[in-house]
């Protein structure tokens, strides 16, 4: 009896300690209330787009269900017509895309890390998010292809991200220059490897990006912000997708993740929020107030702004989860993007840069 109960007691510290780490509750403020005013009539028809999608991956299971994911999350950018000129690059250093819109200046460069739980995604289905960030930013944008879980480790697509990261410090679409400006972007998942990113070249002694934007980013794998389960009700897209997890002990989630990916939960790889935020360049984040990942944006910038890093939260009401990617049918949409461009000129204005193509870039809206 003493011996099974040695047992449980070293499984529980061994599980809070190594696996989870801090408890991060010191960082939680009450949710804010749900927002009296209705979503657009846009918005709406988004949702019901959205749980369409959902419904019919759900004829699906095991690999067959993660081919239909991906499959589906690539023809949102298959299907939209863009203004920007794309330019695949493939080699044995790095693969992605470049993404130019006209007029887009090689110098200004933004390397977009896409979002899909790290088992979904690519360049070709966040076309709508890079297409108007080159629109937007007067920008040449650089999509990598990092590689996906299952069939590789969580590492290697970290690792893929760090790699893009030096290589576009060295390389734009026509020249071998290094970027006047560069900004570094992702959203869901990839605003983790965002974070995990600038984070990491701060710690590597490398030149760090002029700035970062993390679109509802996952900041912390532990799964014990508040808002993922209290907004799971309210999140129509990660609610049906990942809200049946929440009936899974959060202590074999993290045993899970550990053995699934050789990395503790808590390791600031894949948790940014709990690695050193102290001397990050700045950061905007957006997120909805109804999504589950809410509070992982929260804790995030509550904690970065503590340590003196400039950190901006701004959140909408009602929005689906990266509702950025539904532009320009989606008007929140479009004032997201408004507010990238106004936090991309006051960077620019504060290191002294030009700004005339952040600014042209709203024009194009």
């Known amino acids: 009896m003493v011996t099974a109960l040695l047992i449980v007691l070293a499984f529980i510290a061994f599980s809070v300690f190594y696996l989870r780490g801090e408890n991060l509750r010191y960082l939680d403020t009450p949710l804010p209330p749900p927002d009296a005013d209705p979503p657009s009539a846009a918005h709406r028809d988004v949702v019901r787009a959205v749980g369409d999608l959902t419904g019919n991956i759900g004829r ?3 690999r067959e269900r993660l081919a239909a994911i991906r499959r589906m999350m690539d ?3 298959e299907t939209r017509a863009l203004a920007s000129r794309i330019e695949p690059v493939q080699s044995d250093a790095i693969r992605g895309e470049w993404v130019l819109a006209p007029g887009a200046d090689s110098r200004r460069r933004v390397l977009y890390l896409h979002g899909g739980a790290w088992f979904a995604g690519s360049p070709t289905s966040h076309r709508p998010i890079t297409d108007r960030l080159s629109r937007l930013l007067g920008a040449a944008v650089f999509a990598v292809d990092y590689r996906l879980c299952p069939e590789y480790r969580r590492i290697d697509g970290i690792n893929d991200c760090r790699d893009a990261l030096r290589w576009i410090l ?10 006047d400006f560069l900004l570094v972007a992702g959203d869901s998942a990839g ?4 974070l995990e990113v600038i984070a990491w070249a701060r710690d590597a002694g490398l030149r760090q990006p002029d700035a970062a934007i993390a679109l509802s980013p996952s900041t912390d794998v532990t799964m014990t912000s508040p808002s993922l389960r209290l907004n799971a009700p309210t999140d129509p897209m990660l609610g049906p997708a990942f809200g049946k997890l929440l009936k899974v002990p ?3 989630l993290w045993w899970f993740y550990w ?3 050789r990395i503790p939960p808590k390791d600031p790889r894949v948790s940014p929020l709990r690695g050193s935020l102290r001397d990050l360049p700045p950061v905007l984040i957006q997120a909805s107030r109804a999504e589950m990942l809410l509070d992982d944006a929260r804790r995030y910038a509550a904690k970065a702004q503590a340590s003196g890093s400039p950190v901006t939260l701004q959140t909408w009401p009602h929005m689906v ?3 950025q990617l539904f532009t320009p049918e989606l008007p929140e949409a479009e004032e997201a993007y408004a507010a990238i461009a106004d ?5 620019e204005r504060g290191r002294g840069g030009d700004t005339g193509a952040a600014g042209a870039g709203i024009a194009t809206a």
Do not use: K
């Open 60 to 62: 699906y299971s095991g």
């Open 75 to 77: 023809e949102l950018g």
């Open 170 to 179: 060295h390389n734009g679409p026509q020249d071998m220059e290094p970027p």
């Open 191 to 194: 605003g983790s490897l965002t």
């Open 250 to 252: 959060t202590i074999l």
């Open 259 to 261: 053995f699934s990916w």
């Open 321 to 323: 989860h990266v509702w």
């Open 343 to 347: 936090f991309v000129t006051s960077v």
